[in-house]
Nanobody
């Protein structure tokens, strides 16, 4: 049984940066970051394949970078030039075979 624990969220001003971490209790393969704002469905944000190929939703291209450390069973999301529309709870999970969702980490972008 693999468990997922997200961390690194917080309150930041527009234009600021955060680095999120996702620690898995077991080995990781293809992984993705997702986010969910209040009243909205969870959406895909960024993904990284087993060969380190990355993909991003258009709204974060050029601002977010996904990476991984297989030895630590951890995936990261570097978030730069944050905007209020990025405010959400951020989650990680395996792609495409999903594990139970963790509690996520809150990212709030506000002045």
């Amino acid at each position: 049984q693999v468990q997922l624990v997200e961390s690194g969220g917080g309150l930041v001003q527009p234009g600021g940066s955060l680095r999120l971490s996702c620690a898995a209790s077991g080995s990781i393969n293809a992984m993705g970051w997702y986010r969910q704002a209040p009243g909205k469905q969870r959406e895909f944000v960024a993904g990284i394949g087993s060969g380190d190929t990355t993909t991003y939703v258009d709204s974060v291209k050029g601002r977010f970078t996904i990476s991984r450390d297989n030895a630590k069973n951890t995936v990261y999301l570097q978030m730069n030039s944050l905007q209020p529309e990025d405010t959400a709870v951020y989650y990680c999970n395996r792609v495409p075979m999903k594990l139970p969702w963790g509690r996520g980490t809150q990212v709030t972008v506000s002045s």
